[in-house]
């Protein structure tokens, strides 16, 4: 974990929004580096797929876990209809623009003076987990910015503290440079951001086969579903032992 600079202050007690920023699974509108490899409604139940294990990840952790609010941040914005099952979710539409503009005006509409924080996560990195969470609340609640980067250079968490400067302007979003210009505007604020070893976006054919090998070493249940899932939509060849569990094509959030 990086050593954080940053004053301390004392453990605010607030709860926290874990914000899952979403797209409406539309084929040719998720997942197209996975084409043609696969087919673009393949690749869009890809990250369906992918969408409800961290909505279960994430559900399961606020009802054990006290003080975490639950907000989707969704694009497009005329899609609200499709996210009508989330009833547990504050949903909240993506403005226009970039994804930093998106980013900051979904943050200035959460954040308010009920909140310690705002955590965003996303889709494409099913190996984030609720134990992740837990750790960057506790670094929200302590004032300090959080980040799990991920392997490609960008990120797939961030932690915002209340009252403390964005993070999202002037970021190079969807380049290698994300991870480390967060860093430069942290520094630049006068804290450090503390953070976890990187994780694994998943946005090429090599990747899925990459996370079905991972997987395939983790001996948790949700793991070893989301790998039969995973090798279902994909057409790739799990050992003869394996067999697929569910279907997943086609299927919207519900």
Known sequence: MTKNNSPQYAYDPRPVALVLVAKQPTAGRVKTRLTPMLSMHDAAAIYTLFLQHIRAMSEQLAATMPGINLVLLFDPPESAVTWNQWTLWRKIPQTCGGLGERLESGLRTIMDQSLSGCIFIGADAPELDADHIKWTVDEIRRSRYAMIPAHDGGYVLIGIPSGSKSLFCGISFSTPLVAAQTRQAATRTGMVISELPPLHDIDTHDDLIALLQRLRTTAVATSTDL???????????????????????????Q
């Not at 939509?233 to 997943?248: A, D, E, N, Y």
């Open 227 to 253: 790998r039969h899932q995973v090798a279902e939509i994909s057409g790739i060849q799990l050992p003869k032992s394996s067999r697929c569990r569910r279907r997943w094509r086609g299927q919207r959030p």
